[in-house]
């Protein structure tokens, strides 16, 4: 019997009085490379990666159903997915390697080598993020090979690479207030410079980078831009101070009630923790595995998509870009 899901991405904002506590990781262990010493606040920018509990997926009450006709439904390579089976059930990471191929492929190659398997998610804040690849007896646990520089953005021919801008946002509320625009890039909620600068441009191309919307698959490093190495994390709500920051190598399209069920805690500091566990973590493409589902995303360039996304906003206005469910489907 087929099943279908909805991806439940819908970002929470974070409080105003929880955003000033999460100023940006100095370490890998901290969003960063967990080697550093570093400041208490710098600390609590945790990021991390959880799942959603499998069976809840196959319970799930009243799965919506979309009217969308089957030709606007992107289905997404197994190479290009990652699973994740935690203590609450699998979630499943869609990569976006045109956005940051180093760090999909260190996330494929450990994922391939069974690095994560048995390690914890040993830095998670709720509503804010879930880091794993620690270890229980060091939380600072990475792995030996040479860190990877960072893919915060990328230069995009706008006539090639679309991105359907939906609003204007600011790039990052800290570090750079610049006003710019968001939308949505092959389904991951995105932001840009708009298209129009491109005309102006000496490359005829514009920056871009993906959003820290609820659900985002991102990687933890130190101080030095350049010094992610294998810790990662997803986001429990909207880390928009993280934005063009750290590098955005996924989205959750399934699992996200996992990775807000991941025990809440940091390993080596907050007494009587005992974090979750990383149970495994294997590529779709993955010849030993076979968990594999069928992932469609809506595709956020048709017109369907842009019809449905106003259909949810008031007053001819659509929602923001974090607020809004990619449309999904997750068939067995």
Known sequence: ????????????????????????????????????????????????????????????????????????????????????????????????????????????????????????????????????????????????????????????????????????????????????????WNGFPAGTQAAALAGITADGRVESWLLHCEGAGSMARTSDPNSAGSQFYITRGDAEHLNAQYTVWGRVRSGQNAVNAIAVGTAGQDPGFSPDTIRSMRVGSDLDFDGQVTVEVIDTNSQAFADWLMAQGEGGVAPDVCAIDVPVRITE
Request: overall charge negative; charged content about 25%.
């Open 1 to 184: 019997m087929k099943r279908v899901w909805m991806s439940s991405a819908m970002a929470l904002v974070l409080a105003a009085s929880a955003c000033a506590e999460n100023t940006a990781p100095d370490t890998e262990s901290d969003v960063v490379d967990a080697t550093d010493e570093t400041t208490e606040a710098a600390e609590t920018q945790v990021a991390a990666l959880v799942q959603d509990d499998a069976e809840t997926l196959a319970i799930a009450m009243d799965p919506p159903q979309y009217a969308f006709a089957d030709d606007v439904w992107r289905r997404v390579e197994q190479d290009h997915l990652l699973y994740i089976e935690t203590d609450h059930g699998m979630i499943v990471v869609e990569l976006a390697p045109e956005f940051a191929p180093l760090h999909v492929q260190r996330m494929t190659t450990l994922a391939n080598e069974r690095f994560y398997d048995f390690l914890v998610w040993h830095r998670v804040l709720d509503g804010f993020v879930a880091q794993g690849g620690g270890s229980r007896s060091n939380p600072s646990h990475s792995t030996d090979m040479d860190r990877v520089p960072g893919e915060f953005t990328v230069r995009r021919d706008p006539n090639v690479e679309l991105i359907y801008e939906t609003q204007d946002r600011v790039k990052n509320p800290r570090s750079d207030p610049a006003m710019a625009r968001a939308g949505f």
